[in-house]
């Protein structure tokens, strides 16, 4: 049996390595739920969400982590985010027609980008953004490691439109660069087929890659899909048009303004009075007005 809907942590104990593995399946399906995406992009959108649960579990932040690539042919967005009590959710935006026909993930987005994003709670948010390059989700993922300077970092991600999982292994911060024994644990780390990422479990995927080696698997965290979407959120993102703006579409839709979140289908509803509240109060809604 696999193991499905975790995060489990890795810890090498004589070598500065520490890693992760991810199971994705009843979240993974939920983000599939939303919409009707071709299977090419039901597996690509899979892999970005077993990705930055990954990137996510190794951040030690209160907040949120996505990892978007961006396009500028059919394939316009696909989005990934996971918070740091594993709420993930994902999206993607694909025109219609036939998609690219070719293996390649940076050729199934034109001219694309790849954008991680950190958005602490408090703090700094932080966003590096690196050209797409690579045959895979995870091929980018490493270029992006590797041209920001970071940790030297191995990813492995597999998907199949039912099931997502990955891989991580990264060498310590307090090593550096400099860990004895890196070359040996990644060499072996890509003997791990796809069908077997996604079909072990974890016990069975580290005994079959490091039984020579001492190596900790921490307890599972669980994870849920789970919208991060809010009324006062969708109220800030409508500020992006002016007050009058506002009141006319809303007067043209029979009084009420309806945002969707495109992540869950949640609809946020807001009439002529709550469009008001917003510009009065400084960005925040008027409860006493406001519907639900
Ligand atoms: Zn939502």
């Given at each position: 049996m696999s193991s499905s809907d975790q995060i489990q942590r890795i810890l090498f104990d004589e070598i500065d390595v520490r890693g992760a593995l991810v199971g994705l399946e009843e979240a993974y399906a939920e983000v599939l739920a939303r919409a009707d995406y071709p299977e090419r992009i039901e597996v690509v959108l899979g892999e970005l969400l077993a990705a930055v649960v990954l990137l996510t579990s190794n951040l030690k932040i209160e907040g949120r982590v996505s990892l978007q690539a961006q396009g500028e042919?059919?394939?316009r967005i696909l989005m990934a985010e996971c918070t740091h009590d594993n709420h993930v959710r994902g999206i993607a935006r694909v025109e219609e027609g036939p998609l690219p026909?070719?293996?390649?993930f940076d050729r199934l987005l034109v001219n694309g980008r790849m954008a991680l994003t950190i958005e602490p709670n408090s703090g700094q948010r932080y966003q590096g953004v690196v050209p797409l390059?690579?045959?895979?989700v995870s091929e980018c993922l490493e270029r992006y490691f590797s041209q920001s300077e970071q940790l030297p970092t191995k990813i492995q991600l597999a998907a199949d439109g039912k099931r997502a999982a990955g891989m991580l292994t990264q060498v310590l911060p307090a090593a550096g660069s400099g860990a004895a024994d890196w070359e040996h644990i990644v060499a072996l780390a890509q003997t791990l087929k796809t069908d077997e990422l996604l079909e072990l479990d974890n016990e069975t995927i580290l005994y079959r890659l490091y039984h020579e080696e001492r190596v900790r698997l921490f307890e599972p965290d669980p994870l849920i899909f789970k919208c991060e979407c809010s009324r006062e959120r969708s109220a800030n993102a409508m500020q992006m048009m002016t007050e009058e703006e506002l009141l006319e579409v809303a007067e043209e839709h029979g009084g009420q303004l309806e945002m969707s979140c495109q992540f869950c289908n949640e609809v946020y509803r807001f009439d002529s009075a709550d469009i008001q509240a917003l510009f009065r109060n400084d960005g925040h809604l008027n409860d006493d007005n406001s519907l639900h």
């Open positions: 042919g059919s394939v026909d070719d293996e390649r390059e690579g045959a895979s």
